[in-house]
């Protein structure tokens, strides 16, 4: 999301979720070290045989770089292991969110509600995106927003702008799309060169087709929670939709985000402040 990574820890487990992330971790080092005592055991006896391995938790926290066959390196097996945490559960396990699953729900009723108003009104949503500069990582963000409206009938448009561009060409591209009324929601794909003033492009943005929430008076209603923004962040609403969709109950929870940008982060915090009315 051309931000800080978000990561909601322990909505899915009641006040104690640090003990659970601690039970987790304690889990994965004390089977590498038995995994390790084992290994150095066969050297010392001279075997040189290698075991396939099943793919265990601590694999999955690694990456799925790391193959399912692996020699673990020898290693003295007086390796002491981590204390434990007093009032950590050991006997709980983390819960993964199936995060694609919903997302292909979530697409096939938005291409059933575009269907549905085409057919009503003859016309199809519009999203324009301003993208500026070549940094790889947000033209694939670009990509991906448009072949998203490809998939459920959105009509896309694309105003791609130089890094060497001025501050006006791109309120220019930002002006054009508040008047087009085919468009209903512009993008702007940040972060922007550092020459121009991100504040001053976001704001200029209609309020009524800052489909990203980041005009200064979507963000001031995000965060008064006796008011309602006309559009949320949407990583940061993505990440809470994961939430509900799973049938979590955020109530009571103790979450921990990761990152504290605009884009994601600070969002993502007044949103979980907001579902859990505190």
Excluded at 72 to 91: I, K
Excluded at 174 to 194: A, C, K, M, T, Y
Excluded at 230 to 248: D, M, R, V, W, Y
């Amino acid at each position: 999301m051309g931000g800080a990574a978000v990561a909601v820890l322990a909505a899915a487990a009641t006040r104690h979720n640090r003990a659970r992330l601690v039970s987790l971790f304690y889990r994965v080092a004390r089977g590498l070290h038995e995994a390790s005592a084992a290994a150095a055991e066969e050297e010392k006896v001279g075997t040189r045989s290698r075991r396939r391995r099943r793919r265990s938790s601590s694999s999955l926290l690694l990456g799925p770089d790391f193959p399912d066959t692996w020699d673990h390196p020898p290693r003295a097996a007086s390796r002491t292991l981590p204390p434990r945490v007093a009032g950590a559960d050991y006997g709980c396990t983390a819960t993964i969110i199936d995060g694609k699953s919903i997302a292909e729900d979530i697409r096939l009723h938005i291409a059933e509600e575009v269907h549905q108003m085409k057919n009503a009104v003859g016309h199809v949503p519009g999203l324009a995106v301003v993208l500026v500069g070549d940094r790889r990582d947000s033209e694939s963000y670009v990509r991906y927003k448009t072949k998203g409206c490809e998939e459920v009938g959105i009509k896309s448009l694309l105003a791609k702008l130089p890094g060497s561009c001025t501050e006006d060409e791109v309120m220019d591209s930002v002006s054009r799309f508040n008047e087009d009324p085919s468009v209903h929601g512009i993008l702007v794909q940040l972060p922007l060169p550092q020459h121009m003033d991100e504040e001053r492009i976001l704001s200029a943005i209609s309020l009524e087709k800052d489909v990203d929430g980041f005009h200064p008076l979507n963000v001031g209603n995000l965060a008064l929670r006796s008011r309602k923004p006309l559009f949320l962040p949407c990583a940061a609403k993505a990440c809470i939709e994961l939430l509900l969709q799973s049938g979590i109950e955020l109530m009571g929870k103790h979450a921990t985000v990761i990152g504290r940008s605009k884009v994601v982060g600070l969002p993502t915090s007044l949103l979980l402040q907001a579902s859990c009315h505190c």
